[in-house]
């Protein structure tokens, strides 16, 4: 009966009041359906995995259009206000699918606001040929649930496709190469110095600034930590190699002898930190010979000490009032105290970063040992590679490993066991067109720039270690483009660690010949495509390339061929002009131990194909005309 009473209410009043009871309801029935809309939508993009393709900017969302007459008696329902580029969540692809003009991107205080959280902006910046060390980046921190970062473009290409994947993006107007600069390059000095004057330009809208290089990865969320100095100016990483404490306190700053490192830093907006980031610009636009992390530890360490007090680990630097403090290397990693120490496994600590320092083969070499960690970021395709993968198990005598002391002799027998191994499975998968997966390389010595006495003194290197491939290998020439004509057919590589990441599909793994080297004439042991067992393939050793074509072309279906060892596989080409290309390759792949003490040049050149040349021994050249390499 109410609602009866109340509906001829409506219909004997006024049209004022029946316009007004219309809008009521439609603003009602508008509401529920963006309620229910929220309620059983899907995941998030924030919380999804980035996309690597690129979204269609050409693709329009249809628009529902209604005529005049439809709304001309209803108030209509006011718009959200579009979303700010910036305040979107990380990964969600912008709609509708228009690039914003330029300006959009423009540096400001007001765009960096939009990201910032409890007054923190965590920033990176690159060009586009590190987009994949970016989205790696990008990754880390949304996947530690850390959101209040921005990403500097240096080039268009790069500002564009990091909008499109849903980045928080500002363009530095750099407008530089979209290409690998490579280190030391004057390009790379440009890049520092574009570095200086972001800092510079950041510091002064008031908020704190935790400035990362793009060859880094987070591992765990830095904020709680860096919070724990509230009286700290500046908080920078080192390339300390030696321990100054065995904890997760700052480095005592009195025992930290190396270079400050530039490549993570935190800085608070205070006055002298401002002081700082104008005069380090100032001084690297003055000279531009002087590299920018260079610049920043002689100006900073222009006064060194006192302490702050007794308990924090901070110190008085610069100009007597900048507050600096040093992270700890043990969990602040760099590529040596990460990948070659991992001092923190051994200190019992959770790393909250790695930094690709300490590393032979430039930005292959930078991506390859993230893969190793399995901290890099690849598309699904990385781990289904066209052709299928070959892996097998490398063969080391326990005396190669532990036996004698750990010197030049025993490093190079150790190496030159494996380099053999891993000699004829590029061969091997060269014939069969695989992507070598290649096995864990293990050492004796360490390798830097200079000469030390096999490892570092004070330094947590075990030995023997699992070393980074790019300790032996030139990584960046086995990734390299080479003329087929010239060196034959390119054989791809993936890390030692490919099947174990999360990332490898299980379809990928499960599709898998196991392939058992025998003694021909021994039991079930011939050239036949017969498994002895399901997925276990015996197969003779010293087998040639017809062998090898006439048996494992009818496994070209299977994703992963595994080989119980290496030794004695393979006989070798039989077309000489292949064989030869093959060696022509492959002989590039080696390149250098550093460094032997009181010898000049106190390099060590590896060799493929040491076990050809009956005189070879490890010792560095002797004369000018020796100091290339074998080939």
Same mark, same amino acid.
């Given at each position: 009966m109410g609602l009866g009473n109340a509906c001829q209410e409506v219909a004997n009043s006024k049209p004022l009041f029946l316009t007004i009871y219309a809008t009521v309801i439609i603003g009602i029935v508008v509401s529920s359906f963006y309620v229910f809309s929220a309620i059983y939508s899907g995941q998030s993009p924030a919380e999804s995995f980035p996309s690597f393709s690129n979204p269609d900017p050409s693709l329009r969302d249809e628009t529902l259009n209604f005529s005049r007459s439809t709304i001309l008696h209803i108030v209509p329902v006011p718009a959200p206000r579009p979303q700010s580029i910036q305040m979107r969540p990380i990964w969600e692809i912008p709609q509708p699918k228009k690039m914003p003009p330029m300006d959009t991107f423009r540096l400001t205080k007001e765009l960096?606001?939009?990201?910032?959280?409890?007054?923190?902006?965590?920033?990176?910046?690159?060009?586009?040929?590190?987009?994949?060390?970016?989205?790696?980046?990008?990754?880390?921190?949304?996947?530690?649930?850390?959101?209040?970062?921005?990403?500097?473009?240096?080039?268009?290409?790069?500002?564009?496709?990091?909008?499109?994947?849903?980045?928080?993006?500002?363009?530095?107007?750099?407008?530089?190469?979209?290409?690998?600069?490579?280190?030391?390059?004057?390009?790379?000095?440009?890049?520092?110095?574009?570095?200086?004057?972001?800092?510079?330009?950041?510091?002064?809208?008031?908020?704190?600034?935790l400035m990362c290089d793009t060859d880094m990865v987070w591992l765990k969320n830095p904020l709680p930590y860096l919070a724990r100095y509230p009286e700290a100016d500046v908080l920078t990483s080192s390339d300390q190699v030696v321990p100054t404490v065995v904890d997760d306190s700052l480095e005592i700053w009195q025992q930290v002898g190396a270079a400050y490192n530039i490549g993570i830093f935190h800085w608070r907006p205070t006055d002298s930190a401002k002081k700082l980031a104008r005069e380090w610009k100032e001084m690297l636009l003055a000279d531009e010979k002087i590299w920018d992390q260079?610049?920043?530890?002689?100006?900073?360490?222009?006064?060194?000490?006192?302490?702050?007090?007794?308990?924090?680990?901070?110190?008085?630097?610069?100009?007597?009032?900048?507050? =600096?403090?040093?992270?700890?290397?043990?969990?602040?990693?760099?590529?040596?105290?990460?990948?070659?120490?991992?001092?923190?496994?051994?200190?019992?600590?959770?790393?909250?970063?790695?930094?690709?320092?300490?590393?032979?083969?430039?930005?292959?070499?930078?991506?390859?040992?993230?893969?190793?960690?399995?901290?890099?970021?690849?598309?699904?395709?990385?781990?289904?590679?066209?052709?299928?993968?070959?892996?097998?198990?490398?063969?080391?005598?326990?005396?190669?490993?532990?036996?004698?002391?750990?010197?030049?002799?025993?490093?190079?027998s150790l190496i030159n066991y494996q380099i053999k191994q891993i000699r004829t499975a590029l061969a091997i998968a060269s014939l069969l067109k695989r992507t070598l997966v290649m096995p864990? =390389?293990?050492?004796?010595?360490?390798?830097?720039?200079?000469?030390?006495?096999?490892?570092?003194?004070?330094?947590?290197?075990?030995?023997?270690?699992?070393?980074?491939?790019?300790?032996?290998?030139?990584v960046n020439i086995m990734l390299k483009e080479l003329s087929e004509d010239e060196f034959g057919p390119r054989i791809n590589i993936r890390e030692y660690?490919?099947?174990?990441?999360?990332?490898?599909?299980?379809?990928?793994?499960?599709?898998?010949?196991?392939?058992?080297?025998?003694?021909?004439?021994?039991?079930?042991?011939?050239?036949?495509?017969?498994?002895?067992?399901?997925?276990?393939?015996?197969?003779p050793k010293r087998s040639n390339e017809e062998m090898f074509m006439k048996v494992f072309s009818s496994f070209k279906d299977v994703k992963v061929i595994?080989?119980?060892?290496?030794?004695?596989?393979?006989?070798?080409?039989?077309?000489?002009?292949?064989?030869?290309?093959?060696?022509?390759?492959?002989?590039?792949?080696?390149?250098?131990?550093?460094?032997?003490?009181?010898?000049?040049?106190?390099?060590?050149y590896y060799d493929m194909y040491w076990d050809e040349k009956p005189s070879w021994k490890p010792i560095p050249p002797q004369t000018p005309a020796d100091d290339h390499p074998p080939w």
């Open positions: 960096v606001q939009q990201r910032v959280k409890d007054n923190v902006i965590i920033v990176t910046f690159g060009n586009y040929a590190f987009m994949d060390f970016i989205l790696t980046w990008v990754k880390h921190l949304t996947d530690l649930r850390v959101t209040n970062l921005l990403v500097g473009a240096m080039d268009n290409k790069l500002l564009e496709a990091l909008y499109w994947r849903g980045v928080p993006v500002f363009d530095m107007g750099s407008h530089m190469s979209t290409v690998d600069v490579g280190w030391g390059s004057p390009t790379f000095h440009k890049m520092g110095r574009e570095k200086v004057i972001l800092i510079d330009s950041i510091l002064p809208f008031g908020f704190e600034l260079n610049g920043f530890n002689d100006i900073v360490r222009r006064q060194l000490g006192p302490s702050v007090d007794e308990d924090s680990g901070l110190v008085y630097s610069f100009d007597g009032n900048l507050k =600096l403090g040093i992270l700890p290397a043990s969990i602040y990693c760099s590529g040596h105290t990460y990948f070659v120490q991992a001092m923190y496994q051994q200190l019992r600590l959770e790393p909250y970063a790695v930094h690709t320092t300490f590393q032979y083969a430039g930005t292959e070499g930078k991506r390859h040992r993230l893969r190793e960690a399995m901290v890099f970021y690849d598309p699904p395709e990385y781990y289904d590679a066209p052709g299928g993968f070959l892996s097998f198990r490398p063969s080391i005598p326990k005396s190669k490993l532990l036996s004698g002391q750990h010197n030049i002799e025993s490093h190079f864990p =390389l293990w050492c004796r010595l360490d390798r830097l720039w200079f000469p030390h006495p096999g490892v570092l003194e004070g330094s947590m290197t075990r030995q023997p270690f699992i070393c980074p491939l790019d300790h032996v290998f030139e660690s490919l099947f174990d990441n999360p990332s490898m599909p299980t379809q990928v793994k499960e599709s898998r010949l196991d392939v058992q080297l025998c003694q021909e004439g021994t039991q079930n042991c011939y050239g036949s495509t017969n498994t002895s067992l399901p997925g276990v393939l015996r197969f595994h080989f119980s060892s290496m030794q004695d596989a393979f006989l070798g080409f039989t077309d000489k002009k292949r064989e030869d290309k093959f060696r022509k390759r492959v002989r590039q792949y080696t390149g250098i131990w550093c460094c032997v003490l009181d010898h000049t040049p106190g390099h060590i």
